[in-house]
């Protein structure tokens, strides 16, 4: 037994000398390479032919070493902190605007209702231009955002050109502006209810809340859609708020595993569930991401809601901050989710992706089977994949190009001048008259783009020659050619549905900013299509939320 004893002490021995030892190497090798680096930038600095701005190499370094890890491991720096905070909490202080760069100056592009700019009677459309009695012809939309951000409370002193091409002074007071992670809730068919949820910023769930309970008590909604597309995440304390809602009290509703089991954080619904049996489906896309991932994903693992769309980011991946010296912070990723399946839904292992482009998926035959309450299989290693799929529909490349080169966006500036007031949102209608002003408008700016049929065809042409085949296709090759050449007047008539839809939006923003261009985007919305009729079909429902029945049982 001494024998035994003695054993065990020099095994204990043996292996606490080893993780030391293997930790005091660690340690070297930090501090070895910490050395070289410093060493380094030393003699560029006493050496290079040029000066060197600290401030911009060794920030670079910084971004670089972080790229290597994943995307969302950033570093901070002081001037850039009011980001940071946008992202969390939905604040900044400023006018309350956003804008884009114009030939005279800088456009307002879009206002966030009852803040100050707002307030103070800027219009979507105007050009700011003058800012401090300084023309700001010449400058970029990041020197004009720094000028019009600042301290709550302070004043910006401005010049704009109304798009009635009448000059005016403006003295702004800056405010916290506050941007609701709730910018509509209405009733879109009888009974039931549609939140919009654009981010999990602080105030989320009981913005949430309140809406939710508004629409029980004002439009005594029986089902409920909860729209999480295009929304990136954000608090997850704030997903689980919402979660909450709807689940019985302890219910895990999301876990976190990391390399220090110290900050592993398990979050259970806290209180009793305002409505357990309302039926939810929740949509959501392809951008829906990390909290909206979570949301989804809890209520389909505990067969409470139908998830509509299509499969989602997938970002399983949580950030925390640390204070750095000189008022900067460091976004760092220490752990990943779970979802009360047991499965994390991350879709990218970083580890074995190239820094500069993350392409690594999980591939599905690598994923593993999971089971929700009632039975149902669900994945990891993907995002969430939804138990109806409904695609948003793409636009198309005529489309694409009259927003981006503001063809729509200048329009719609003149509509604005000819309607002082258009009808609330749900008796608006863009005409077809509407459309054949339009028609001329784009013909009066010879609008003209490059579809990208037209890359690819000439990839393929470029193929044929280089393995011999061009003669031989050349009669249909040519045919093609002038089959996919960019004709105006026949893509406005093609994509005029697709067009009008675009157009309405935008108009409707003019008048009726965030809230109304959610409105106006629901009339053509067929995933909230498909979500209704889900809801509106009982056994459906059920159906998808209940295990099949395994074959030869009853």
Not at 24 to 32: A, L, V
Not at 210 to 223: G, R, V
Not at 373 to 389: C, E, L, S
Not at 469 to 474: G, L
Request: charged letters at 30%; a negative charge; glycine letters at 6%.
């Amino acid at each position: 037994m001494k024998q035994n004893v003695f054993t065990l002490a020099l095994l204990c021995s043996t292996l606490s000398g080893w993780a030391g030892g293997a930790n005091s190497n660690r340690n070297i090798e930090i501090s070895k390479h910490l050395d070289i680096f410093n060493a380094i930038y030393k003699e560029l600095d006493l050496l290079y032919v040029d000066s060197i701005r600290p401030e911009k190499t060794i920030k670079l370094g910084i971004d670089e070493m972080l790229m290597s890890l994943d995307p969302y491991t950033n570093y901070i720096p002081e001037e850039n902190m009011d980001q940071l905070k946008l992202m969390t909490t939905g604040e900044y202080a400023g006018v309350g605007c956003t804008i884009g760069k114009h030939e005279e100056g800088i456009l307002v592009t879009n206002l966030y209702e009852g803040m100050p700019a707002h307030k103070a009677g800027l219009r979507i459309g105007d050009v700011i231009v003058e800012i401090e009695g300084k023309s700001i012809k010449d400058w970029g939309v990041t020197q004009a955002s720094e000028h019009l951000r600042g301290e709550a409370h302070t004043q910006a002193n401005i010049t704009v050109k109304h798009i009635d091409g009448k000059k005016q002074k403006f003295t702004i007071t800056r405010e916290i502006i506050a941007l609701p992670a709730i910018p509509y809730a209405g009733e879109v068919a009888p009974g039931i209810g549609y939140i919009y949820i654009n981010g999990f910023t602080e105030h989320a769930g009981a913005q949430f809340k309140e809406a939710f309970l508004d629409l029980k008590k004002n439009h005594k909604i029986k089902k409920l859609i909860i729209d999480v597309r295009e929304n990136p995440g954000g608090i997850l304390d704030e997903a689980a708020e919402i979660i909450n809602m709807f689940v019985d009290r302890k219910s895990t509703i999301v876990y976190t595993k990391g390399k220090n089991p110290a900050i592993d954080k398990i979050y259970k619904a806290q209180r009793d569930p305002i409505d357990k049996e309302i039926p939810i489906a929740v949509l959501i896309n392809r951008n829906s991401a990390s909290a909206s991932e979570i949301l989804a994903g809890a209520l389909q693992d505990m067969d409470r809601a139908v998830i509509v769309g299509e499969r989602s980011f997938g970002k399983g991946l949580v950030q925390t901050t640390r204070d750095l010296p000189h008022g900067g912070n460091l976004k760092v990723t220490i752990s990943k989710y779970y979802i009360p399946s047991g499965r994390c839904i991350q879709a990218i292992d970083y580890t074995k992706s190239n820094s500069k482009e993350y392409t690594q998926r999980i591939p599905d035959s690598l994923t593993h089977e999971f089971k929700t309450i009632h039975g149902r299989t669900v994945r990891d290693g993907g995002g969430i994949n939804p138990d109806v799929i409904s695609t948003d529909t793409t636009s198309s490349t005529a489309e694409y190009y009259l927003y981006e080169k503001n063809i729509i966006f200048d329009y719609v500036t003149e509509y604005q001048k000819k309607h002082p007031a258009i009808p609330e949102v749900k008796d608006f209608k863009f005409t077809d008259q509407d459309y054949n002003e339009f028609k001329e408008f784009v013909k009066s700016k010879e609008f003209t783009y490059k579809p990208l049929s037209e890359d690819v065809l000439n990839t393929l042409k470029k193929v044929l020659k280089e393995e011999g085949y061009a003669e031989y296709a050349d009669a249909e090759m040519k045919a093609l050619e002038e089959k996919l050449k960019p004709n105006i007047d026949t893509d406005l008539n093609l994509f005029k549905e697709d067009i009008i839809k675009s157009i309405s939006v935008e108009i409707v923003k003019r008048y009726y900013y965030e809230k109304g261009v959610v409105q106006e985007s629901l009339k053509y919305d067929e995933c909230k299509e498909a979500a209704v009729q889900i809801l509106n079909d009982e056994a459906r429902y059920n159906q998808i939320l209940s295990p099949a029945k395994e074959e030869g049982k009853k």
